[in-house]
């Protein structure tokens, strides 16, 4: 065997050992120990007082790892918010809203849908709010997100207009104004977490709320087991 044989086979396993199942899932774990004490660390502290050094105490870490795993202190922020809202057990059924017959249909699916986002996000997106003040990478990071909501809601306001069954003369720019603000993180921190609200409580209101506000009063049909001011 020469020596370049020998040369190619030390690379491939070089190559294998570095590419290997195991170490790419002690890796993912990591990360993902790293984003949850980061998320711990975070809503308790507050994005100013929360240092590197916190989340790789709490996530059982060295500094370092966390720098190589995520990154500094901003990019890890980002990491977080974006992991958060792509998560698919917080995804926006959206097929199903499209294909919901009536607009108090597509109200409820929608509304029921932000109650259960929101236990999860509804924290991280005011904590994102008061950081974008005072940090310009944030700041951008914040913007993105509010206008990718105001695109979303416009979206679903196209589609409660297609129906034919809101009120007349609202513009869909006024109905997608309407959603926008209610969907809000603000608004499910006040009713749930000051109010002590259930997000199942949450999530009827939203949806009734949106039917007397948007839909015709003839079309307001409300599924069984509906919203109960209680």
């Known amino acids: ?92 059924p959206v097929p199903q809203i499209r294909s919901a017959p009536t607009a108090s249909d597509k109200i409820e699916v929608y509304a029921s849908t932000i109650a259960a986002i929101h236990q999860r996000l509804a924290p991280l997106f005011l904590a994102l709010r008061e950081a974008a003040t005072a940090h310009p990478e944030l700041g951008e990071l914040w913007s993105q997100v509010a206008d990718r909501r105001a695109q979303n809601m416009h979206e679903l306001a196209t589609d409660l207009a297609a129906t034919g069954e809101l009120r007349t003369g609202l513009t869909i720019d006024e109905v997608a104004d309407v959603l926008w603000s209610m969907n809000a993180a603000e608004y499910y921190i006040l009713l749930v977490h000051d109010r002590g609200w259930s997000p199942q409580r949450f999530g009827q209101w939203l949806a009734e709320a949106w039917r007397r506000l948007l839909i015709t009063p003839s079309r307001r049909s409300i599924p069984e087991g509906g919203y109960r001011p209680v």
Request: with cysteine; net charge positive; hydrophobic share 45%.
């Open 1 to 92: 065997m020469n020596t370049c044989t020998i040369g190619r086979m030390t690379s491939d396993v070089k190559r294998r050992a570095y590419h290997s199942p195991r170490r790419d899932a002690a890796a993912a774990a990591t990360r993902q120990a790293i984003l949850r004490a980061a998320r711990s660390e975070f809503l308790r502290k507050g994005y100013t007082a929360t240092t590197i050094a916190g989340i790789a105490k709490a996530a059982n870490v060295a500094v370092d790892t966390v720098y190589a795993s995520v990154g500094r202190k901003p990019a890890l922020f980002r990491q977080l918010i974006e992991t958060s809202i792509a998560g698919q057990d917080l995804a926006v």
